[in-house]
């Protein structure tokens, strides 16, 4: 059970500049911070990983041998014994252990699969190396399992730390170094993105910034540059963010970071670069400099390739699987209201290229020319139309929305090789036509049945910040990166948040 994070304000009334100098700033006893909850999530990882791995070594053993142990079997015992040390030491060997990739993002998940194909190729080296007559049955069973098993449980731990910090627990309290523009814009966006686990609780700004009354953005300001380390005992922070700003040159940042090594406090680095994964940045040393290099977004090749075939692979599994709720859902809508079961529309895809997206039909047959009488009560910021209770939304149609049941039929548009399972929303021609330039970047990839804006609050989110997702997925792009979305679009569903 995480414990809560304390909110109590024991700070002074936040003062507007100037502030008092560096020196008598010294006199705030230090601030050490406890991160409890840290370590006992690391504790529940290292559970769930040791009952993964018994669960696949005991599932791998009884689908090859049953439950009679023999002489010849009892080996394969003891080894679904060892399974779960092993797993654990590949997922340690592989960092999977490391705070620097839990709690957010891709890396993590990448972490885990990397560990069980590590563990494979042990597995299947010493196995050749001492001539081992390892039963084939079992390993493709027991690896494989608990790989996948051990993705799921990390997704669902993963979750449940989310929950928490919705709801206040398990956030970093965060002082944000800047300028004013700067740190509103990130405490904005950190508020919004509340799972990240950062709490901004005050600021520091430039000793020649513009006047204000001790606040910014509604954060109290702390001072100047040369205050952080007061700012951090003050608030009770645990992490400073550095945005970036030319008053901070490399040996201001060496010194910040010293004193903060001290106290044990975190020190991020924002940088400017907007939306560019990790992977696609390496910091390499010229003349003795380390220079930040950033490769390419990777839009085609094998890669791309591994996508299509994953796309229509699964698209038409799920057609298979699917197919008798589909007849009737489809039964469901002739029944309810008039007209056809497919609706058809003309969509934007790669490159511009247009083509017919189907979805299942919630509206009456007559709803294109119904929306310029209701254009006026248009909920959305951007160039796409939602309100909230649309008349021309049929009964069935309104239970289908809810639950992402209409989307479906555009499996059949991921088979054709028009959309993928993962990606930018399909707009509209209209749409496009308005786009900005710089907007058209979503359109290099297949548009899909779901993405990060989709899984992020889908019709709650403001425009500019649905486009900001999107172009964030075509940048970013990975396999593992759309098993997540994947994921995540089950729980996004179950909880029908910004659906209508």
């Given at each position: 059970?995480?414990?809560?994070?304390?909110?109590?304000?024991?700070?002074?009334?936040?003062?507007?500049?100037?502030?008092?100098?560096?020196?008598?700033?010294?006199?705030?006893?230090?601030?050490?911070?406890?991160?409890?909850?840290?370590?006992?999530?690391?504790?529940?990882?290292?559970?769930?990983?040791?009952?993964?791995?018994?669960?696949?070594?005991?599932?791998?053993?009884?689908?090859?041998?049953?439950?009679?142990?023999?002489?010849?079997?009892?080996?394969?015992?003891?080894?679904?014994?060892?399974?779960?040390?092993?797993?654990?030491?590949?997922?340690?060997?592989?960092?999977?252990?490391?705070?620097?990739?839990?709690?957010?993002?891709?890396?993590?998940?990448?972490?885990?699969?990397?560990?069980?194909?590590?563990?494979?190729?042990?597995?299947?080296?010493?196995?050749?190396?001492?001539?081992?007559?390892?039963?084939?049955?079992?390993?493709?069973?027991?690896?494989?399992?608990?790989?996948?098993?051990?993705?799921?449980?990390r997704f669902l731990v993963r979750r449940r730390l989310h929950r928490a910090r919705d709801r206040g627990y398990c956030l970093r309290r965060v002082i944000v170094v800047g300028h004013e523009l700067a740190v509103v814009g990130i405490s904005r966006q950190l508020r919004r993105e509340?799972?990240h686990g950062l709490e901004v609780v005050g600021a520091c700004l430039p000793p020649l910034g513009p006047a204000h009354d001790g606040q910014v953005g509604g954060l109290p300001v702390y001072g100047t540059f040369d205050d952080v380390h007061r700012a951090v005992a003050l608030a009770?922070?645990?992490?400073?963010?550095?945005?970036?700003?030319?008053?901070?040159?490399?040996?201001?940042?060496?010194?910040?970071?010293?004193?903060?090594?001290?106290?044990?406090?975190?020190?991020?680095?924002?940088?400017?670069?907007?939306?560019?994964?990790?992977?696609?940045?390496?910091?390499?040393?010229?003349?003795?400099?380390?220079?930040?290099?950033?490769?390419?977004?990777?839009?085609?090749?094998?890669?791309?390739?591994?996508?299509?075939?994953?796309?229509?692979?699964?698209?038409?599994?799920?057609?298979?699987?699917?197919?008798?709720?589909?007849?009737?859902?489809?039964?469901?809508?002739?029944?309810?209201?008039?007209?056809?079961?497919?609706?058809?529309?003309?969509?934007?895809?790669?490159?511009?290229?247009?083509?017919?997206m189907f979805k299942f039909r919630t509206m009456c047959v007559d709803a294109e020319r119904r929306l310029t009488e209701l254009h006026r009560q248009n909920e959305h910021d951007g160039v796409l139309f939602k309100i909230r209770d649309d008349p021309r939304v049929t009964r069935v149609?309104?239970?289908?929305?809810?639950?992402?049941?209409?989307?479906?039929?555009?499996?059949?548009?991921?088979?054709?090789?028009?959309?993928?399972?993962?990606?930018?929303?399909?707009?509209?021609?209209?749409?496009?036509?308005?786009?900005?330039?710089?907007?058209?970047?979503?359109?290099?990839?297949?548009?899909?049945?779901?993405?990060?804006?989709?899984?992020?609050?889908?019709?709650?989110?403001?425009?500019?910040?649905?486009?900001?997702?999107?172009?964030?997925?075509?940048?970013?792009?990975?396999?593992?990166?759309?098993?997540?979305?994947?994921?995540?679009?089950?729980?996004?569903?179950?909880?029908?948040?910004?659906?209508?």
């Open positions: 059970m995480p414990v809560q994070v304390r909110t109590v304000d024991t700070r002074p009334r936040p003062r507007p500049h100037p502030v008092r100098p560096a020196s008598r700033a010294s006199a705030v006893p230090r601030h050490r911070p406890t991160r409890g909850w840290e370590r006992r999530y690391l504790r529940i990882l290292v559970g769930c990983d040791l009952a993964v791995g018994l669960t696949a070594g005991a599932a791998a053993f009884g689908a090859r041998f049953g439950d009679e142990v023999t002489a010849y079997n009892r080996p394969y015992l003891i080894l679904s014994a060892l399974l779960p040390l092993a797993y654990i030491a590949a997922l340690a060997a592989n960092r999977a252990y490391e705070k620097r990739y839990l709690f957010v993002g891709t890396d993590e998940y990448q972490r885990v699969i990397r560990s069980g194909v590590t563990l494979t190729a042990t597995l299947a080296v010493i196995a050749y190396g001492f001539e081992l007559p390892l039963a084939r049955g079992y390993v493709v069973v027991a690896l494989p399992l608990a790989t996948l098993a051990g993705v799921v449980a509340r799972y009770r922070a645990d992490t400073v963010i550095v945005l970036s700003c030319p008053e901070l040159d490399g040996l201001a940042l060496r010194r910040l970071a010293w004193r903060l090594e001290r106290d044990d406090i975190d020190l991020i680095m924002a940088s400017a670069l907007i939306d560019v994964a990790g992977d696609r940045t390496t910091i390499r040393p010229v003349d003795g400099l380390p220079m930040m290099h950033v490769e390419h977004p990777n839009l085609s090749g094998a890669r791309r390739l591994v996508k299509a075939v994953f796309d229509r692979t699964g698209a038409a599994f799920l057609l298979a699987m699917l197919s008798p709720a589909l007849l009737v859902l489809s039964v469901a809508i002739r029944t309810d209201s008039p007209g056809p079961v497919l609706f058809r529309q003309v969509r934007v895809g790669r490159n511009g290229r247009p083509f017919v149609g309104r239970w289908l929305r809810r639950l992402s049941l209409d989307e479906l039929p555009q499996l059949l548009n991921v088979v054709r090789g028009e959309m993928s399972l993962v990606g930018p929303r399909p707009p509209l021609p209209v749409e496009v036509d308005a786009y900005p330039e710089d907007m058209r970047r979503r359109l290099v990839v297949r548009p899909g049945m779901t993405g990060l804006w989709q899984v992020s609050g889908r019709s709650d989110l403001p425009w500019e910040e649905a486009v900001r997702l999107d172009l964030r997925y075509v940048e970013n792009w990975s396999l593992s990166l759309d098993l997540v979305i994947l994921l995540r679009t089950l729980t996004a569903v179950a909880r029908a948040s910004g659906a209508y």
